[in-house]
């Protein structure tokens, strides 16, 4: 009976204070890391979903190249009869010859009124695609909603905290799956507006990274850190994305914006993007 005595009076008030603080710190750090999973599965339905929309949405922009093509074709057709009907009154002049021309002309004006129609349809298209644009958008602003909360703003409820203030692995971990997300929302508008991002990004969840063609051989930036020494590369990666952002808002004529402020100007975006199927 003495031995455990003696054990139990091995440790002081103190050391059994700072053993049980420790404890809470595990047991806080435990929970946070099931909400961060959490939130990454959920992250990952929502990318299901939002491969769906891209496949819909490229088979859209298929329709809709097939139909430019075939209007396209036809504006040809015109133009080559027009040519075809100078070139008779030329001959005719040259030669002092009366040809009947009616039948060049009446294929003109069939083809003139088919051409009117293509470009009404066409107009349509482009309308289709911007609601179709709008309907992505929005979509990701569901699948991966912008707040302002108590903490600032986050995506998912996930901070993206700035590359010189990120200390720990889980602030680490957060801020790689918020740029995760970042990464997908600029790749998905990128390719419903049709145009190649700057940067390109490769979206991996919490591992994507953005590449960066200027440089010889082209070279890929990281958007995580998974040590102290990979700092002054995500803040270079970081500062890639940004100017994606302002690239693609800039479309909508929107300059005057802060690079920094990564998530409020994603926010811009996707709002650009759904009322800009407003003014088709």
């Given at each position: 009976m003495a031995a455990p005595e003696a054990s139990a009076k091995a440790y002081s008030p103190a050391t059994?204070?700072?053993?049980?603080?420790?404890?809470k710190e595990l047991e806080t750090g435990r929970k946070e890391l099931q909400v961060l999973r959490a939130n990454v599965e959920q992250s990952v339905e929502r990318a299901r979903q939002v491969l769906r929309?891209?496949?819909?949405?490229?088979?859209?922009?298929?329709?809709?190249?097939?139909?430019?093509?075939?209007?396209?074709?036809q504006a040809r057709r015109v133009e080559e009869a027009s040519g075809m009907s100078e070139g008779s009154d030329n001959q005719?002049?040259?030669?002092?010859?009366?040809e009947d021309g009616q039948d060049i002309v009446q294929r003109i004006k069939r083809l003139a009124v088919t051409l009117r129609q293509d470009r009404i349809i066409l107009e349509d298209l482009r309308a289709m695609l911007a609601?179709?644009?709008?309907?992505?958008?929005?979509?990701?602003?569901?699948?991966?909603?912008?707040?302002?909360?108590?903490?600032?703003?986050?995506?998912?409820g996930l901070r993206l905290v700035h590359a010189d203030d990120i200390h720990g692995w889980l602030a680490s971990e957060e801020t790689a799956a918020a740029l995760g997300m970042v990464a997908v929302v600029?790749?998905?508008?990128?390719?419903s507006m049709g145009v190649p991002a700057r940067y390109p990004v490769i979206p991996r969840g919490s591992r994507s990274v953005v590449v960066n063609p200027g440089s010889t051989p082209a070279?890929?930036?990281?958007?995580?850190?998974?040590?102290?020494g990979d700092r002054p590369r995500l803040r270079g990666a970081i500062r890639l994305v940004a100017t994606?952002?302002?690239?693609?808002?800039?479309?909508?004529?929107i300059d005057d914006i802060d690079r920094h402020q990564i998530l409020p100007n994603l926010t811009q975006l996707l709002l650009a993007v759904e009322n800009s199927s407003f003014a088709q």
């Open positions: 059994l204070a700072r053993i049980c603080a420790k404890e929309l891209r496949h819909e949405l490229e088979q859209q922009r298929q329709r809709i190249e097939e139909r430019r093509q075939l209007v396209e074709q005719t002049a040259a030669d002092h010859k009366q609601r179709q644009r709008a309907h992505v958008a929005s979509v990701l602003a569901f699948v991966y909603p912008v707040e302002l909360g108590d903490d600032g703003w986050t995506i998912c600029v790749d998905y508008v990128a390719q070279q890929t930036a990281p958007l995580f850190m998974l040590r102290a994606d952002i302002e690239q693609l808002l800039g479309m909508f004529g």
